[in-house]
């Protein structure tokens, strides 16, 4: 593997446990401003010293992140529709590898959408931002989107997964299902799970537990982090589970001991689950 590409891996999965905890705060890419992520700026602060790396669009990057920041960038690259559009499925390369690189990137992403209309389109571009992206040494990390018709079971996300590695991809992130070692198995690259929608709290550390133990590398977390009334505890638990090798109980206790003197994460905030509009055609997600 080339030095520079080793290199920028290395920054997203740490090598000395070959582990890894990314915050996720991409979700207005077709979300627009996603409940609790309405103002990124102030999301991401108090967050980030505790991830490894900041999963983002290039408009946030420049707009809510500190540019002195040491933490790696993973750069969404895809995108093209909106929660209100016909099909999620229809993403093309809308961030350029030359623009990676100037925003200093440690990896791009971008989402697969296997076993939807568009699955030639996404898979195709896969393949093509491999090509270009190791000229530059950049990882490339495939999100594995799932169809809501697609259930998010082992058989269906170890293809989408694997179909993504066999394109090239550097890192692998899906769902967390039952059976998830057999995902992890037939992948010969890194997997790191999604946290998906918000759970309570015990059941987000679960998850976290059960994807580790189950051989992922590790998170991508957003909602279950930013969505909690106490995020920065959040964070501090699920570290402590990927980095520290807590277990739930472990990890859950000190998500309540630290939250119980914190203040609640936007506790006047209107809910806004309204802000998303409702589209009775859009099928995914
Ligand atoms: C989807 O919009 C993004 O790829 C997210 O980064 C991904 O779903 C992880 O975020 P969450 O933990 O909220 O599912």
Redesign the pocket.
């Known amino acids: 593997m080339d030095w520079g590409l080793k290199n920028r891996l290395s920054r997203i999965i740490k090598p000395h446990n070959n582990r890894a905890l990314m915050l996720?705060v991409?979700?207005g890419?077709?979300?627009g401003p996603t409940e609790k992520l309405e103002e990124p700026k102030k999301v991401i602060a108090p967050l980030l010293k505790y991830c490894d790396s900041l999963?983002l669009t290039r408009g946030v990057q420049r707009t809510s992140v500190d540019a002195t920041s040491d933490t790696p960038m993973v750069l969404r690259v895809s995108g093209g529709s909106s929660i209100i559009g016909d099909d999620l499925s229809q993403e093309d390369i809308t961030v350029s590898l030359e623009e990676a690189l100037r925003l200093n990137a440690s990896a791009v992403a971008m989402?697969i959408f296997v076993g939807s209309k568009y699955e030639y389109q996404t898979i195709v571009n896969l393949g093509k931002l491999v090509n270009e992206a190791e000229k530059y040494g950049i990882p490339v990390l495939a999100?594995t989107a799932v169809g809501k018709e697609l259930g998010k079971d082992a058989r269906y996300l170890s293809l989408a997964c694997r179909v993504a590695a066999e394109q090239g991809a550097h890192i692998v992130?899906t769902y967390y299902c039952d059976n998830f070692e057999k995902v992890v198995e037939s992948c010969p690259v890194p997997i790191i799970v999604?946290?998906?929608k918000k759970i309570p709290e015990r059941d987000a550390l679960q998850l976290t537990y059960n994807a580790i133990k189950a051989g992922a590398v590790g998170l991508?977390?957003?909602?279950?982090i930013w969505q909690s009334e106490h995020p920065v505890a959040m964070i501090k638990a699920a570290r402590s589970i990927i980095h520290g090798n807590s277990n739930v109980e472990q990890a859950y206790s000190l998500y309540k001991k630290l939250s119980a003197n914190d203040k609640p994460n936007n506790p006047n905030q209107k809910k806004n689950k309204s802000k998303k509009p409702n589209n009775p055609n859009q099928k995914k997600k």
């Not at 991508?220 to 279950?224: A, E, F, K, P, V």
């Open positions: 996720a991409d979700h890419y077709f979300l999963m989402s999100v992130k999604a946290g998906g991508d977390m957003g909602r279950n």
